[in-house]
């Protein structure tokens, strides 16, 4: 039986697709066969994210309304062989998507997938509470920003009140990612440290992604940056997937690097 895994936030602009990009992929890497589900309709990005906008024929809402078949539908990703995407509809809007619906597709990708990723749409509203319905685990995506804690703690409690394992008396396992990282601003007391924001929402710490260029750089590239092996992001997405997956790995960029003796010296 595949796991379904949501990630999440609160607030938009944290991150979350390329954290479900970076995710997916790397599960698909280390051997699992994952596929990840675009929730963001009327307003996806997935796609480009993933490099196969040019490929999206039918999508989420087409397979719900039986208009296409889930065969139709899933894109087999061109550089990862295990992974597989399924695009949200442009066109369309959230009230069409529905709990049963999402059900059923969900239900059939259980048989093909070890691992089904849910790509949430920002926010409390119908598109963001189908996609965490049906969760085991959920990733849990903020910024260091007070603002983006307050909301993710807000997704916090419609994961223990909204979803499927809540209404059985159960538990959504819950892991945080802390993205956009940078110890300096921390230092200077520009930004939550991660204790900070452990401290407010109370959530296991699963990941902390740098601050990077190399995000921004394969997301206009449609490439996931854990295929970037120079990254420092792409690292740090890695050591979270492999946490995800039961493996001790140290926590990394977290410190500010210590300055040399002439930046001591001159100040800069």
């Not at 379904?4 to 051997?31: H, I, P, Q």
């Not at 809007?93 to 691992?115: C, H, M, P, W």
């Not at 997704?155 to 008396?169: H, R, V």
């Not at 690097?257 to 100040?267: A, E, H, M």
Request: glycine share 8%; net charge negative; proline share 3%.
């Amino acid at each position: 039986m595949a796991k379904v895994v949501v990630v999440t936030s609160g607030k938009g602009g944290v991150g979350k697709t390329t954290t479900s990009a970076a995710f997916a992929s790397g599960l698909a890497l280390r051997g699992y066969k994952t596929v990840v589900i675009d929730f963001d309709v009327g307003l996806r990005n997935l796609d480009l994210v993933m490099g196969c906008e040019r490929r999206v024929v039918y999508d989420l809402l087409n397979v719900i309304h039986k208009e296409g078949s889930l065969n139709q539908a899933l894109i087999k990703d061109k550089r990862i062989e295990n992974l597989a995407i399924l695009p949200a509809s442009q066109t369309r809007d959230k009230e069409s998507l529905t709990i049963e619906g999402v059900g059923e597709v969900i239900n059939a990708l259980q048989e093909r997938f070890d691992y089904i990723i849910c790509d949430s749409p920002a926010g409390i509203e119908k598109g963001a509470i189908t996609a965490m319905y049906y969760a085991d685990e959920a990733l849990v995506v903020t910024n260091p920003e007070v603002s983006s804690v307050r909301d993710s703690d807000r997704i916090i409690g419609m994961l223990a009140s909204k979803t499927k394992k809540a209404e059985e008396g159960q538990a959504v396992q819950e892991h945080l990612v802390v993205t956009r990282y940078d110890p300096l601003r921390v230092q200077k007391g520009e930004m939550l440290s991660v204790d900070d924001v452990q401290e407010i929402l109370a959530v296991p710490l699963l990941g902390v992604i740098p601050e990077s260029k190399s995000v921004l750089v394969a997301s206009n590239s449609g490439v996931p940056v854990v295929l970037d092996e120079k990254s420092d992001a792409g690292g740090a997405y890695f050591d979270t997937v492999d946490r995800f997956l039961g493996e001790e790995r140290p926590f990394r960029y977290m410190d500010a690097p210590k300055n040399g003796f002439f930046s001591r010296i001159f100040g800069k």
